[in-house]
């Protein structure tokens, strides 16, 4: 058995009043009949508005669990989440999430324009307005031409961009994303990740992107937090010092990107063996 150190572990945190989203201190068990569930054990970590951060980890490190107690869709067995200052009690209406699952996730009686003008419609927006945002979301992903058709007639890649739509049109604060390319082929994927840096710089939308994928979360994030395995902390909170325009062949091939996914896979595979940190570990150097 792997000797137990200090299970606290902080990622960067922002001065009081200069974070978009803070993480502070979350902890959550789930009870069940097989007995308690410790998924997240204590998670610290502030987003500055505008910042694009990936969330990686081993399977089953929860961060799913995460991402449902930011979206306000979990209560937190212990610490809180605050969105711009204010504590998340329920889903707040300053966030909007794309889950991996596309297809559970759009209505198919619904074409695609009305799946991505509904959370609009729920909101009580006014008609005019409702169709800019929609003719402005479907443009950005590159879906104008197909307004009219039905989700099951597009392409996976295709609804995942729908979903993608769909929350850049109700003009979130903060965007978060549960691995939402896994389950298209790679290069939808690299398309879809290029796309999601485009909207992000376009929106200045703060992005919290969960993905099992290491080269993914280097080559999208300008920080990558790596969870430990289950009973989760925070094992590194690294910068990505990689040039800010970035591009899937030549970022790719920058020494600097290699240097990057050694480290966070050694972190990972570190985490899986065990290992976890008895300090705080800021976002530093990987070399
Ligand atoms: N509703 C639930 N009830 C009980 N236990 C749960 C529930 N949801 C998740 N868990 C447990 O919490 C832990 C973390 O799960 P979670 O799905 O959050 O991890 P994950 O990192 O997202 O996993 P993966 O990478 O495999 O998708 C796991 O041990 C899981 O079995």
Not at 3 to 16: A, Y
Not at 83 to 110: C, H, I, N
Not at 168 to 182: G, H, I, N, S, T
Request: overall charge negative; some cysteine.
């Amino acid at each position: 058995m792997q000797p137990e150190t200090t299970p606290v572990s902080t990622g960067r945190t922002l001065p009081e009043g200069q974070a978009m989203l803070s993480v502070r201190g979350v902890k959550k068990v789930y009870h069940t009949d097989g007995g308690d569930i410790e998924a997240v054990r204590n998670l610290t970590f502030d987003l500055k508005a505008g910042e694009l951060a990936c969330l990686v980890g081993p399977s089953g490190s929860g961060k799913t669990t995460l991402l449902k107690c930011i979206s306000g869709l979990l209560a937190p067995t212990e610490g809180e989440v605050l969105l711009d200052g204010a504590r998340v009690t329920g889903p707040p209406k300053k966030m909007a999430v794309v889950f991996q699952e596309y297809g559970r996730s759009l209505f198919p009686w619904m074409r695609v324009r009305e799946n991505v003008e509904l959370p609009l419609k729920n909101a009580g927006m006014g008609k005019a307005e409702r169709d800019k945002l929609v003719d402005e979301a479907l443009e950005a992903v590159g879906l104008d031409h197909v307004p009219q058709s039905y989700p099951w007639q597009l392409s996976g890649g295709m609804q995942q961009r729908v979903a993608i739509a769909r929350a850049v049109a109700y003009q979130p604060e903060v965007l978060l994303m549960d691995e939402p390319f896994a389950a298209v082929d790679a290069q939808t994927r690299a398309d879809l990740e290029d796309l999601i840096r485009t909207v992000w710089k376009k929106l200045g939308v703060t992005v919290l992107f969960v993905t099992h994928d290491i080269d993914e979360s280097v080559y999208l994030g300008q920080r990558v937090i790596i969870l430990s395995s289950s009973p989760t902390v925070i094992q590194e909170d690294l910068e990505i010092d990689l040039p800010d325009e970035r591009d899937q062949l030549n970022t790719r091939a920058l020494p600097r990107f290699t240097e990057l996914r050694h480290h966070v896979y050694e972190q990972i595979q570190r985490a899986k063996q065990g290992h976890r940190p008895a300090a705080a570990t800021q976002a530093g150097s990987a070399s």
